[in-house]
């Protein structure tokens, strides 16, 4: 695989640092932790994977490949600004400072708050962490990790008296079965996957397992694909325990010597028999009972699960119920085998370590246990340690909603966005005294809430550490000058410290000096009752940081190179040093009512991170999906009189949404399916946030993002539009007024953009003009605009030129536009003679531009039509079309996905 990133980007010269070197870091999205190896020459970067990390050997998804798009100047925030004017640094923390004091003063330090992210570095993280529960002396730090792996925190804590993940990447490799549930591995955690997929070609007696309700490209190259009942998780795995506990799949062994609880647990169970796991699954008997034989008789065998287990309303008794399983086949420890949960965030598990989340103390120790709480009070020398747990984030919103929290800093995380009830949270936000935002962004729905904006340095400019999914602790490099006066996350917090009068304990000069910190208080009075110890680098110095290989902790004196898997003796870190089975509570109620019939599932794709304020800045990345959309089966939209490609109307008690409409049978009936990618900065009504109830497991805090309920109704469009444009300034351009329905993304050298509108506009060239305005304003007496309009059939077309070059196109049509977008997008820029111009308004690629159809090989930019091109000239495996067409023989992530473009029979195998 040969996993180089093409179009190395060219960068302005005063960004560009020294050159002519190679870094060694680590990939900022996901928890795989990818190795990256920056090459940079005196003007240009480039990405390739590390062939040495252990994450990754070498390999690099679409966004690992598409880092270099996401450098650069393009939208950062370069300057402190209050209210939007630009002020020092110094003047910021001055009045951070004071506000915080003044709020602390009269209403005690629960009235402040911050609200931080699993992607900042272990080392923001801990001083963030220490100024909250030690100095400020509250603990309401909470996290976006809060809705991400809270459920996974409690339910290890249950089972192992300790966040510890058991096992580690290898594990996957050298399994015999591997069930992934709620986890869209092929897309969240593609390296990963691709490691699985390499297994399996070794040895194809690896079966595969995959457990979700919608039919993912995960499921491509699964063995079994169990479609269950939303919510119905916590029932499978009991009817798993119980069909163990029958089949003599108990390891009496283990049990006896390493376990509390399996007798009640298996008690709680028995009501679990087949019947009633079909019942509240909806599944197959015959499948149930194939996926538990395979259980049943794979010794090596690991459970993968993500967000489909954590974000529910019983997302840590789902994780418990996949925990008692491994509990009672005693397969935990061993190579091959053990739960794993995968984190999200590239930082999620370091936040984790050092306390990010509002119940916990720094280094895996807990706030509600004195004995930490004076262990962590004499190592900081802290004058006001947080006596209780602070807020959860659901929690901690709603409190500055009721005005009860004055001040909040966030940092990293765009809960405008990605907090459920997301109107509320902004409304919270636009009532609080004082709110903070550090970005690296300057347009995010969070940060024009912002009383004052931080510049943060970016991935590529700063340096620190991250843990990836198998407790594997990795360098994040330096290699860029950060733009303006952005500054590292953790030197922020340490200027508001100084100037609230603890200069003292916050006076590091050197992210070097934190994790110093910060594996001392690992290793700190640690007889080995805590599982994460780190002595081994207690002393690291400048150059041993700069050094750091990736390692698993624990690391210490007696296990130098860490340890890749964790319970190997048998002990667990609870009181009696046995693993505990825990009894799953009474299933929660469904969200759905008559009103609100759908259950709203809400998730991921491929190419896009989060709230887009990165890869949304990559052409290559915007490319896959370019809009907002809604999964709906063929028969609900049939029934809902909703076509493929019409706009939708999603609604919920909270709020509603305008997504294209994905009729497709891989969704199950009375279910939906809606990325969380879109905001207010790329879409006019995307954020599907705004609809998801904040309902929370209640012992997690997590909230349950899989199962909101809601509305569909077809949204009678008049009109529908799809244009592109040439412009440099992507957020300053304003779509059509009118347009209820707009989306935009970013394309080489410019936009493009989907539109809706219920009304019926009288003047068509008003709105073509009002796309073009960018290029029309700047260009005023050069730009020529043609049209083609045919009124009968309620189609007009409009291109605009500047000179010979194709600037704009927009298309306007009663039904959705029908033209090839990859086509259009190609256009821009490009010079036409006087008589070629027609085409463009023929809306129609020629032979010299053939359509290639949407967008499957992201590295190789290969498109749908291409590939069904070359199975029409019988390439049929993914071998034969990756040599006619390149798709998918670079970083693989698209290889389920042309292998359901392939017919059914054939040969999936690369
Ligand atoms: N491309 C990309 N990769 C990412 C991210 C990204 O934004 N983009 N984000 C990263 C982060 S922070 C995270 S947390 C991970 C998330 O990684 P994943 O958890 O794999 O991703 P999701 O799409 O959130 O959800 C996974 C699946 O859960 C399924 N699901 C829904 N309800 C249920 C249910 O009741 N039971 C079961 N068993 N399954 C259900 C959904 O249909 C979905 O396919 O991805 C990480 N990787
Ligand atoms: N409906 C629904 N909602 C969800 C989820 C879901 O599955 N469904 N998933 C949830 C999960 S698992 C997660 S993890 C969250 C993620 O949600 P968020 O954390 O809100 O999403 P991001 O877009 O990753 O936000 C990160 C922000 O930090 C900024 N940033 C990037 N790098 C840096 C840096 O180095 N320093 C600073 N200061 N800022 C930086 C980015 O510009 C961006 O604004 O969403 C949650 N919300
Ligand atoms: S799998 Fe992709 S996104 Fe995740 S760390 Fe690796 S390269 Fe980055
Ligand atoms: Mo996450």
Redesign the pocket.
């Known amino acids: 695989m040969s996993n180089v990133a093409r179009n190395p980007v060219a960068l302005d010269a005063t960004y560009a640092a020294t050159p002519g070197d190679v870094t060694r870091t680590t990939?900022p999205?996901?928890g795989?932790?990818?190795g990256v190896l920056v090459k940079k020459t005196a003007d240009a970067v480039s990405v390739e994977g590390d062939p040495d990390h252990p994450a990754?050997f070498g390999r690099?998804?679409s966004?690992?490949l598409a880092l270099v798009d996401t450098l650069g100047r393009d939208n950062r925030l370069l300057y402190p600004l209050i209210k939007d004017e630009r002020v020092s640094w110094d003047r910021a923390t001055d009045v951070i400072a004071d506000k915080f004091r003044s709020i602390i003063a009269e209403h005690g330090p629960d009235a402040v708050a911050f609200y931080v992210s699993g992607q900042i570095l272990t080392e923001d993280y801990y001083v963030a962490n220490k100024l909250m529960k030690g100095f400020i002396g509250s603990a309401n730090i909470d996290t976006n990790s809060r809705l991400c792996m809270a459920s996974s925190v409690t339910g290890h804590k249950r089972a192992f008296g300790a966040d510890s993940v058991p096992g580690c990447y290898e594990d996957l490799e050298l399994a015999d079965l591997i069930v992934l549930t709620g986890s869209n591995l092929a897309w969240c955690?593609?390296?990963l996957y691709q490691r699985i997929l390499a297994a399996k070609e070794k040895r194809p007696g690896l079966k595969i397992v995959v457990i979700d309700p919608r039919k993912t490209a995960t499921c491509e190259f699964a063995d079994l694909h169990l479609a269950i009942a939303p919510d119905s998780d916590v029932a499978l795995f009991q009817g798993l325990l119980n069909y163990l506990d029958k089949r003599g799949g108990r390891n009496d062994i283990f049990i006896r010597n390493h376990t509390n609880g399996a007798d009640t647990a298996l008690n709680a169970a028995k009501t679990h028999t087949l019947g009633c796991v079909a019942d509240e699954t909806e599944l197959h008997e015959g499948d149930i009972i194939a996926f538990y034989e395979l259980f049943l008789s794979t010794r090596k065998t690991v459970t993968v699960y993500s967000q489909g287990v954590n974000q529910a309303a019983d997302g840590s008794d789902r994780v418990n119920a996949i925990i008692n399983c491994h509990l009672l086949t005693g397969r935990i420890g061993e190579p091959g085998m053990g739960p794993f949960s995968v984190t999200g965030q590239?930082n999620a598990m370091g936040g984790r370590e050092v306390g990010g989340l509002a119940n916990q103390l720094a280094s895996h120790m807990e706030l509600g246990d004195p004995v930490h709480r004076d262990l962590v009070q004499r190592f900081w020398t802290a004058p006001r340690m947080a006596e209780k747990p602070g807020l959860k984030a659901v929690d901690l919103f709603e409190a500055i909603h009721a005005g009860k929290v004055k001040a909040v800093w966030i940092m990293a995380t765009n809960p405008v966005a990605s907090m459920p009830n997301a109107d509320r949270v902004r409304e919270a936000l636009k009532k609080c005294e004082l709110v903070v935002v550090s970005d690296v962004n300057a347009n995010t729905d969070t940060a024009a809430c912002a009383d004052i904006l931080l510049p943060s340095a970016s991935w590529g400019e700063k340096n620190g550490t991250v843990t990836n999914s198998e407790r594997r602790i990795s360098r994040q490099r330096r290699f860029l000058k950060a733009p303006g006066e952005a500054r590292d996350d953790w030197r922020q917090f340490c200027d508001v410290a100084v100037k609230m009068g603890w200069g003292e304990a916050f006076s590091y000069e050197a992210a070097a000096d934190i994790f110093r910190e910060y594996a001392s208080l690992c290793a700190f009075e640690n007889d080995g009752a805590r599982d994460l110890n780190l002595s081994a680098l207690k002393d690291i110095d400048a150059q041993g940081y700069d050094a750091l290989a990736p390692v698993q902790w624990p690391v210490s004196e007696n296990i130098v190179k860490g340890k890749a898997r964790l319970f190997a003796d048998g002990r667990f870190f609870t009181q009696n040093g046995k693993a505990s089975f825990i009894v799953p509570a009474a299933s929660p109620d469904k969200q759905t009512t008559p009103d609100f019939p759908f259950v709203l599932n809400t998730g991921r794709i491929r190419d896009h991170w989060h709230t887009m304020t990165r890869t949304g800045r990559s052409a290559r990345l915007s490319q896959h999906f370019a809009e907002p959309f809604i999964e709906i089966s063929p028969r609900d939209a049939e029934r809902l009189r909703i076509k493929d490609a019409d706009i939708v109307r999603v609604s919920s008690l909270y709020g509603l949404a305008l997504t294209r409409a994905l009729v497709t049978d891989r969704q199950r009936d009375g279910s939906v399916f809606a990325p969380m990618h879109w905001t207010e900065e790329f879409s006019s009504k995307g954020r599907i946030d705004a609809l998801v109830a904040a309902v929370t497991d209640p012992l997690s805090g997590q909230p349950a993002l899989k199962s909101g309920a809601a509305r569909i109704e077809r949204f009678d469009a008049a009109w529908h539009g799809f244009g592109v444009l040439a412009t440099r300034d992507f957020s300053g351009a304003v779509m059509p007024a009118g347009a209820d329905y707009w989306a935009k993304a970013r394309i080489e050298g410019g936009l493009r953009a989907e539109l809706a509108s219920a009304m019926d506009y009288k003047n068509i060239r008003f709105a073509a003009d009002a796309f073009f305005e960018p290029v029309l304003e700047r260009h005023a007496t050069e730009a020529q605009v043609i049209q083609y309009c045919d009124r009968r059939r309620g189609v007009h077309r409009f291109a605009v030129f500047i000179g010979d070059r194709l600037k704009g196109a927009f298309f306007m049509a009663k039904t959705p536009v029908e033209i090839s977008r990859s086509w259009a997008c190609e256009l821009l820029g490009r010079s036409f003679a006087p008589q070629e111009r027609v085409a463009v308004l023929a809306g129609r690629p020629g032979d010299d531009a053939p359509d290639r159809g949407a967008i499957v090989c992201t590295c190789m930019n290969v498109g749908a039509n291409e590939i069904a091109g070359a199975v029409a000239k019988g390439c049929t495996s993914l071998a034969k079309i990756g040599a006619a067409t390149g798709a998918g023989t670079n970083c693989g992530s698209c290889r389920g996905e042309i292998k359901r473009l392939l017919p059914e029979t054939a040969d999936a195998q690369t």
């Open positions: 990939c999205y996901c795989v932790g990818c990754n690099l998804c966004k690992g955690h593609p390296v590239p």
